[in-house]
């Protein structure tokens, strides 16, 4: 059964999450693009027919499907997603992860905290993102800077909050700029 109405105020309720925190991170401009692919017919029905409300649409279709066309489409479209940041290596000529631009990766970490906000409710801690990035870690294909990047901020998070966390960000997208 869809769930358009559902699906249409989680991901919105989760867009303005992420942009209250890239705002917070120094990419504001970035929070305010952020996701607009969810509201396309290719990404946005695919939410709402799979919608769970606790976790993403997207493992439902998987399951269903074998793969999931929302996250195909998403990925390649948003550049704060690791998955999107992949080319061909000229010396092994096999597709491999490349580093991340800090602002992408900036943008990843807003994206996980506020989807674990959403999903965790009032359960929310500030050690959940990192716990779901590592209990990933095991099949997640990434380059290890931008995993070693991300992994440093979610641990402040987690073990200093977000008034810690938020002015590091901030302090390495403007020396990225340099």
């Not at 607009?36 to 709402?48: D, I, M, N, Q």
């Not at 279709?61 to 992949?86: I, P, Q, V």
């Not at 992860?97 to 906000?117: G, H, I, L, Q, T």
Request: proline content about 6%.
């Amino acid at each position: 059964m869809a769930h358009p109405v559902k699906h249409f105020k989680t991901i919105t309720k989760h867009r303005h999450k992420v942009i209250a925190h890239c705002k917070k991170a120094g990419i504001l401009w970035q929070g305010l693009r952020h996701d607009l692919s969810k509201y396309s017919p290719v990404e946005f029905l695919a939410g709402a027919r799979y919608y769970a409300g606790t976790y993403s649409p997207n493992e439902n279709e998987r399951r269903d499907k074998g793969y999931s066309s929302a996250w195909l489409h998403h990925k390649g479209r948003n550049r704060h997603h690791f998955e999107y940041w992949t080319d061909v290596n000229p010396k092994t000529k096999r597709v491999e992860p490349v580093p991340m631009p800090v602002r992408y990766v900036a943008e990843m970490f807003c994206d996980r905290v506020a989807a674990s906000k959403i999903y965790k409710g009032k359960d929310y801690k500030d050690s959940h993102p990192l716990e779901y990035f590592k209990n990933g870690e095991a099949h997640r294909v990434i380059h290890p800077e931008t995993s070693d990047l991300l992994e440093k901020w979610l641990t402040v998070l987690a073990n200093e909050g977000e008034a810690a966390v938020f002015p590091l960000i901030r302090k390495a997208v403007k020396e990225s700029k340099k």
